[in-house]
């Protein structure tokens, strides 16, 4: 059944990419919806989690999130374990989830395909009970977005600028931490520059990585950089920058439903779906099943990427 359009409600973030530098992409969505679906602009100071809340209090079961991937994953993470479902405007910069799902990035034809489209639950993976929907990294990636926000403040938002800030961040790094990782299969430990937990195979693809019948599986795709030496940490940069990462020569592969990450700080900086925070250690990572209810395209307006 078509998403009947009384159910909606949009909720957006005015500071997401796109949205922040062009009115007219959210306006021709809205414009697709109807004049008698609510546009929600988060106020200063406010929390997704409240805007949430205060959505389905007043009786709305369709939130439509307007935004790039962090704010998707932050109403992702209010709306699992309701009965509630998730819809994707892509107003960000990458918007892995919505190209995932074979969304339009087109906000006008998303918002098409959403009417169109249909709820499907999915597993959805947490570290210390936040929910994730791409990726989480520990390590290099947390300073690599704080190289990137201050690129776009200086710059503006270009992809480009993204992958440079991989390879100056990664030719800067210093000594790799020592990592307790703990699974179902045993305990590792190991230095390493950064690990990546992934529940995105669509993000991996653009890295040359594959892990399809893991994510399948509703397992978590882990990759651990290898570090070498200065020359192949450098290596490393380079394919990250140019998205042909190696396996068995960059990254070692692995997987598991359930890990337990031990780091040297009591709170590491954690990077999760372009956002990153202070977690208290160790993590812990699960996947939550069928957790989350959230809008497909059908297959007439899907696209490729």
């Not at 200063?44 to 999130?65: I, K, N, P, R």
């Not at 819809?87 to 990035?105: A, C, D, K, Q, W």
């Not at 990636?141 to 961040?169: D, K, M, N, Q």
């Not at 305990?187 to 892990?211: D, N």
Request: glycine share 8%; aromatic share 6%.
């Amino acid at each position: 059944m078509p998403v009947d359009p009384a159910t909606i409600c949009v909720l957006a973030n005015p500071g997401s990419g796109r949205a922040s530098r062009d009115a007219t992409a959210l306006a021709s969505a809205m414009q697709v919806f109807g004049p008698d679906v609510p546009l929600r602009r988060l106020t200063e100071g406010e929390s997704f989690d409240h805007a949430v809340e205060q959505a389905l209090t007043d009786g709305y079961t369709t939130l439509v999130a307007a935004g790039g991937d962090g704010t998707v994953t932050a109403i992702a993470h209010a709306l699992t374990g309701t009965g509630a479902s998730l819809g994707i405007l892509p107003l960000g910069t990458f918007n892995f989830v919505s190209r995932g799902l074979g969304l339009p990035e087109d906000p006008a034809a998303a918002a098409r395909a959403i009417l169109a489209g249909h709820p499907h639950r999915i597993s959805v993976g947490t570290v210390n009970g936040q929910v994730f929907l791409n990726n989480v990294s520990i390590g290099l990636y947390p300073r690599i977005l704080a190289e990137r926000e201050a690129a776009y403040a200086r710059y503006g938002r270009f992809r480009l600028l993204a992958y440079w800030t991989v390879l100056v961040t990664l030719i800067r790094a210093q000594r790799a931490p020592h990592l307790s990782i703990e699974t179902d299969t045993g305990t590792r430990s190991l230095r390493t520059p950064l690990v990546f937990i992934a529940r995105s195979a669509y993000q991996l693809e653009r890295f040359g990585l594959s892990a399809q019948e893991i994510i399948s599986d509703d397992r978590f795709a882990v990759f651990v950089a290898i570090r070498e030496s200065r020359f192949h940490l450098i290596k490393l940069a380079l394919h990250l920058a140019l998205r042909r990462l190696v396996p068995g020569t960059d990254v070692e592969l692995f997987s598991a439903r359930r890990i337990t990450i031990r780091t040297p700080r009591r709170r590491p900086k954690v990077a999760f779906d372009g956002e990153k925070r202070r977690m208290l250690a160790p993590l812990t990572f699960a996947i939550r099943d069928d957790a989350l209810s959230i809008i497909i395209p059908d297959a007439a307006d899907k696209t490729s990427a």
